[in-house]
Structures are given as C-alpha cells and as structure tokens.
C-alpha cells in the first residue's frame, strides 16, 4: 500500500495494480471499452487515458502501473480532449442508427458519447459498407457498427478457446472476421454468444425469432406452448433494472400466459428427467466398463465444440439429449399424443439463456419426420423485448404455477441453471442409485462456486467417484488434456459453455458480469434452500411419466426420444 | 467424376508437398508463421483453407489467426493465380505517376478485387507495394513481364490483348 495524488486528492494503491483498478476503486468513473475484467490489458482503445505528472504523453490508466509518489491528472483539459477526440474518431464511420439498434439504452458507444457530452459529428468519415454477417442460426455480426475494441476476439480464444474469429486485414479494411471470412455458420464458432455479452455496441447480437413467435401467436391454427429454462427465472428481471439474483418464476409464468401461450412449461422438468436417464447412464457405464469419464450433454455450444475440437472423445459424452430437447420430444411425442394434436400443428417454443440452443434446435437429430421438437428458441433477452412488445408488466402480474405434465420440477433440476447443478443433482441421485440410501447432507459445497474448474472425490459404499465440474470450453481444454493424455480418476465430467453455467449464458442481459453470475447463482442455491424436494428421483410427475409411457430409464422409448449420438464435424478449426 | 479424381489428387499432392515444408520448420511456433505462409505460397501459388488448416495443425495455431495475419500483408493471395496474372505497382514513385487512377481502371476492366481470381480463372489481380522499377513508372506487370509508364488506356489494351490470344487459342 501507498500513496498517490489523484487530482490533488490522496488516495491509496496496491502495488503492482494499475491505475486503473486504484482509481475505480477510489469512485473515480474512467470510460473504456476495451477493458477486460480478469483479462490482461490490450490498450486497445486509449478512451481510459490520463495525464501522469513528469510522463511527456497521456498514459492508457488501464495498462500502466501505479508507482509511490505518482500524480494523476483524470480530468484535466488535456484528459478531456483526448477522450472525446478518441471517440468522435471511433464515431467517425460509425452509422447514425441508433433508433434501430438493437442494443440502444445499453450501448456503450452511446452512453459514452452522452457522458462526454458530444453533440455533434465533427468528423466524417468515408463510412465503410460492409455486409451483415446474418448466416448463424444464433449470432448476428454487423460489422459497421464495430469500434474494433477486440473484445469479441478475446473472449472466443482466451475465455472459450475457440478462436473463430480474429482481426482480418489491415488498415482502414481492418475488420473482425473468421478464416477466409466465411459466414459464421460454416466456422468453428460454437454459437456460445460471449462474445455478445462482452461487445460494447450493437455489432454482435443474437438472432432474433420475437418477430417468428408473434406470428405462430396470432396463428389459430397452431398451438403454441412454451417451456423455460432453469436460469431464466433468476435473470429476466434485469431485463426490467430489478436487481440480479431476483427470482421471478411465478411472475414469470403468468407472463407467459399473458402473451398468449397455451401451455408453460418448465425445462427443469425435464432437468429431472436428465438426472434420471443421465444418472442411469453412469451407472450403466460404471458397471460394464463403458467410456469414462462420462461427459455432460446438456450445453449445445459444448457439443459443437467436441465435434469439432475432440472428436475423438465423443464416446464419452453422454448419449442424453439436453433438457431442452428432452422437453421438445415429449412435446411433439407423448403431450402431442394426449391432447391429441398434430405435432406438425404445435409450435414449440423455448425461452433460454443460450444463443446456441438455437442452434442445437435446428440439428437434424432433434426432431422425427421433418417436424422440429423445438421450432423458436428465445434468449432471456427476447423475453424481455417480446414483454415489452406486448405490454406484459412483469412487476404487477400475480405469480401463477407451470403447467401439468411438465410443470413440477425439484430444486435439483431448478440448480442445472449453474455451474456444478448438474453435478450435483446427478450425485444426489446417483448417491441412491449405487448405495440404496439418501445423502445425509444435500449440498455439495465443493461443486458450487465460480471457479472454473471444480472437483469432488467421495467414497459412495466401496466405489471411489472422481467428479470434475468446468465452466467456459477454455477450461474444458484443460481438462480433456488431461483426459486425452490419461488421466484415469474422473469418472463424470460435466461441462458448461459459459462462465459460470447457463446464469451466465451468451443469452442473458446485456451487462452481465462475474458479480451479477454470482448473485444469479445465489438465487437458485435459495430456491434449492427453502424448498423440500430436492432430489430429481422424488419427481412424482417425472415418475408418472415412466410409469405412463416411457417405462425405465434407458428404456426402450427412452432411448428413441431422449437419447442421441453425435459425430465428428469438419469446419476450419 | 474424372475431374473430382483429379482434383482428390491434386489436393493429396499439395498436402504432401506442405508437409515437406512443414517438417523443415520442427517443433516451429508462432514466430514461423510468416515464413512458412510464404513457402507454401511460393510452392503452390496461393493459400489453400487446406494449406491454412495444415499449417495450424503444426503452428497449434486457429485458422482464423493465421488468415488475420496473412491478410495483413499483401503478398498472400489465398485464390489461385489467372492464366493472366496482373501486378500493380503502388509504390510512392507510381503513385505520383497516377497508379490510384490505374487501380480503379484495372478494378472495373477485370471485375476484380486485388488478390481476386475471375471465376475461368483468365484473369488475376494483385497489388503491389513497390517492384523496385520506379523509373518505369506507373508500372504494371503480366507473369512477371513489365509494361512501362502504363495509361488506363494502355491496361485496356493489354487486357483486350490477352483475351483474344485466348479467342485465338480456342478456335485452334
Ligand atoms: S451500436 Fe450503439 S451507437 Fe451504434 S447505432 Fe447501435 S446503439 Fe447507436
Ligand atoms: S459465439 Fe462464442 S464461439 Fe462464436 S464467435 Fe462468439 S465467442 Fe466465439
Ligand atoms: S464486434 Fe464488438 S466486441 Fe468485437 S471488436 Fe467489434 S465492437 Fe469490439
């Protein structure tokens, strides 16, 4: 600790930090918008610098080091012309479209250019026409509305190890792209979305299907049901500036009702059901000597990347389907059957974290005789927009429950919405499979947590289990090194796309950071806390559905609706 | 299918030629890439996705990053050259002789971007940052022959030059 001068003020630094964490903590508001947390620094945009007494240029505060004695000028003059000049020349080429962007009111472009108070163009810039990239199913890049920050880029290869895109050209034609610059949707992007989520102005965006649902809503020939996600209740409210970790199932459904769909159903039904199938599947393997570890298949973004990345490990990824399409199977299957309907004549909608679920929606495993189980998938983004579109005010509605079959869920498929849920779950459940006998204590602290590489080795009767839990695929390289190269005491791995899991999925709030991750999962460790079912095998309706039509686990309807194989993908990794 | 054979052939021919280049490079890192990217270039006259996705495997490197960074310098092209291959001078020398004027002539006569390929495959275009024949200037040069203080007028000819040698060709 000493001291330095910040416009003539005293204030405390850490040696070895930067400038710019002294000063944040200190209150002062430094603008960036390349700035990574947790990331090192890449000095890319200069919006942050600031005048160091003796230093014969401005220096960028977000690269430079503090030193004892230092005097900083943050708001000087000089500091001011420089900031704005920095941004009127990033605005230079930058289209006047904000009353048509998507990411208007959360655009840091625009908020900056408020707080610096520019008012007018001062310089014009030749603009450069260049076309959308509209070929993913879940990403939309736009890149005239790119300040090359390189966010994007660092989050694909240093957070996901994906590096699909990078910096292409040079110069003025300098622009992000993928290799050869081909569209999205034939690259090795994994459809994760953090790179939205991390993106400062509308350039990145999910694909939006509002306009999609709002017609099969309108439609009388269709019925249209909804089923949502573990991590949704726990974030929509941002979408409407409640705090983070508030949770608003009930409302949340309601909601839904409003706007019009038939039926609402809860994903963590069908979390339920994965524990059951999943767990049963473990267990399978552990007992005649199947591929181990077993890995999760929950996460599409996850799935793409080992096709891509390691396929020759997809003997070990579990053969289950992910809750999502678990739920869209026995939509357009079991429930289509009951109520008798045509499936053709259902549209099944979703409303996810995720931007590569709607990827995984489209795949041609996901569906039987051209009809899709889930035909939209909505992020917790579109959610709020389509409320908004219809007038639906989430605060004054009065909570109401999901809908039977597929409403009653436990807090064990409620947790998949964090990182070490599934984890969890499945070794509550497993725990009664492989010794007759229920946990003493449910929760599993070692599984719960930020961290991105998480592990639990216990002792279940005489079997030792060795359970590794991994957010963000940069992690899950590491851990399939270890597996490629031999390492032999994991017998369960799951893995999450995202940081943090699906409560910090590419389709959640714009804004969402490693605090807000935390709060989200905060939320579902509560419901997991004050609710009494808590383990997926006590789902009386999940068992119902056993009992009624699919039999057993892995049985053989099981097999034909919730199970599926994947295989080796050629992209240009 | 005798065409789709000899292309399978081809392409194995390329990958193996890459593969000698790449085994004079082992155990190579990042720094090797440019040198590599320009031994391929200089053996089978462009970049390949194939030829990119080889290098990576050995680099440990994305293909992305290697197209970013190739894309940086203008001497790699990643179509195959034309029948005829076009090089433009932009070099200081020809730029004051009037070489931004001559771009864009040669960019509509060919319908073509530089480092692009025309589709028969007739025509390909390049840029260049100095040939080192400043005397000449503006210059322009067809595989590899020099054309001296060059017009939009005179490229015109050039270009009209070579498609009636291959008029001429195809009615042999
Ligand atoms: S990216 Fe931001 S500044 Fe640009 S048009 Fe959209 S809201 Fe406006
Ligand atoms: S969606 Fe994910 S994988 Fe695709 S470009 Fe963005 S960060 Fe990379
Ligand atoms: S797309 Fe967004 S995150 Fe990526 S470089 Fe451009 S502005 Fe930055």
């Known amino acids: 600790m000493f001291e330095i001068e910040v416009d003539g003020r005293k204030v405390q630094a850490n040696e070895g930090e930067t400038v710019l964490t002294a000063l944040r903590r200190d209150g002062v508001q430094v603008p960036t918008l390349c700035h990574m947390e947790g990331l090192p620094p890449s000095g890319a945009c200069r919006m942050c610098v600031v005048e160091a007494e003796g230093m014969p240029a401005l220096v960028p505060s977000c690269s430079y080091p503090v030193a004892p004695g230092m005097k900083l000028k943050t708001r000087s003059p000089k500091v001011l012309a420089a900031r704005r000049t920095v941004l009127e020349l990033l605005m230079a080429n930058h289209p006047d479209d904000c009353l048509y962007c998507s990411r208007s009111g959360k655009c840091d472009l625009q908020k900056l250019s408020q707080e610096l108070g520019v008012s007018q163009r001062r310089f014009q810039g030749g603009r450069s026409r260049q076309d959308s990239d509209v070929s993913s199913p879940s990403i939309i890049r736009d890149p005239e509305k790119c300040v090359l920050c390189g966010k994007c880029v660092r989050v694909c290869e240093e957070i996901q190890g994906v590096s699909a895109i990078d910096f292409v050209g040079r110069g003025s034609r300098s622009h992000v792209g993928t290799a050869f610059d081909q569209g999205m949707n034939v690259s090795s992007c994994v459809n994760c979305g953090q790179c939205i989520l991390v993106c400062p102005t509308g350039a ?96 599409p973004g996850w799935i793409k990347f080992i096709e891509q990345f390691y396929p020759e490990l997809l003997p070990n990824v579990s053969t289950c389907k992910s809750p999502q399409q678990m739920m869209g199977a026995l939509i357009k299957t079991f429930w289509a059957g009951r109520e008798k309907l045509d499936p053709a004549n259902i549209v099944s909608v979703s409303i996810m974290p995720c931007t590569a679920k709607k990827f995984e929606c489209g795949r041609e495993e996901m569906g039987r005789g051209g009809v899709a189980d889930v035909d939209y998938v909505l992020t917790t983004r579109e959610l709020g927009q389509l409320l908004r579109i219809f007038g639906v005010d989430l605060a004054s509605v009065e909570p109401e429950a999901a809908d039977t079959p597929f409403g009653e869920r436990t807090t064990a498929g409620k947790i998949f919405g964090a990182s070490g849920g599934v984890m969890e779950a499945a070794v509550r459940t497993a725990h009664v499979l492989l010794t007759g006998e229920e946990m003493g204590d449910l929760k599993i602290q070692p599984l719960r947590g930020q961290k991105g590489i998480k592990e639990l080795h216990a002792k279940f009767g005489e079997l030792e289990v060795g359970a590794a839990v991994v957010s963000g695929l940069g992690n899950a390289r590491k851990v399939l090194d270890e597996v490629r190269a031999g390492r032999k005491d994991l017998h369960f791995i799951e893995i999450m796309t995202c940081p943090g899991g699906c409560v910090g999925g590419g389709g959640q709030p714009i804004g969402t950071d490693p605090q807000k991750v935390r709060a989200r999962m905060q939320a579902l460790y509560q419901i997991d806390r004050d609710e009494p079912v808590r383990v997926s095998h006590k789902n009386q309706q999940v068992q119902r559905l056993y009992d009624e039509f699919l039999g057993k686990p ?20 | 299918m005798g065409t789709a054979t000899a292309e399978t052939k081809k392409g194995a021919e ?65 179509q195959p050259k034309g029948k005829y291959h076009f090089m433009l001078c932009r070099g200081t020398a020809c730029h004051v002789k009037g070489s931004q004027r001559l771009l864009a002539s040669i960019v509509k006569l060919l319908s073509l971007q530089p480092g692009q390929t025309s589709r028969d495959r007739l025509f390909s275009l390049e840029v260049v940052a100095c040939m080192g024949a400043c005397g000449l200037a503006p210059v322009v040069s067809v595989n590899g022959e020099f054309y001296a203080k060059v017009t939009p007028r005179k490229l015109a000819e050039m270009i009209q030059e070579c498609r009636q040698k291959e008029l001429a060709n195809a009615s042999n």
């Open chain 1, 204 to 299: 990145l965006a999910e694909r939006s299907y509002v306009d999609r649902v709002i017609a099969a809503l309108s439609d009388p020939t269709k019925t249209v049901v909804v089923q949502h996600a573990p991590a949704v209740s726990v974030t929509l409210a941002e979408e409407f500036g409640v705090k983070p970790g508030t949770d608003v199932d009930g409302r949340m459904v309601a909601a839904l009702r409003r706007v019009g769909f038939k039926k609402v159903f809860d994903t963590s039904f069908t979390a339920d059901l994965t524990i059951m199938e999943e767990g049963s599947e473990l267990v399978h393997r552990v007992k005649t000597g199947g591929a181990l570890p077993m890995l999760t298949s929950c996460s």
């Open chain 1, 554 to 573: 892995l049985g053989e309807k099981s097999h034909h609706l919730l199970h599926t194989h994947y295989h080796k993908r050629e992209v240009l990794v």
């Open chain 2, 14 to 78: 390329g990958a193996e030629a890459i593969r000698a280049i790449l085994e004079a490079h082992p155990g190579a890192g990042r720094d090797a890439l440019i040198p590599i990217l320009q031994e391929v270039q200089e053996q089978q006259g462009f970049l390949s996705k194939e030829a990119v996705v080889q290098i990576g495997r050995h680099l440990k490197l994305p293909a992305s990053k290697i197209y970013g960074v190739a894309t940086f310098y203008n001497q790699f092209r990643f």
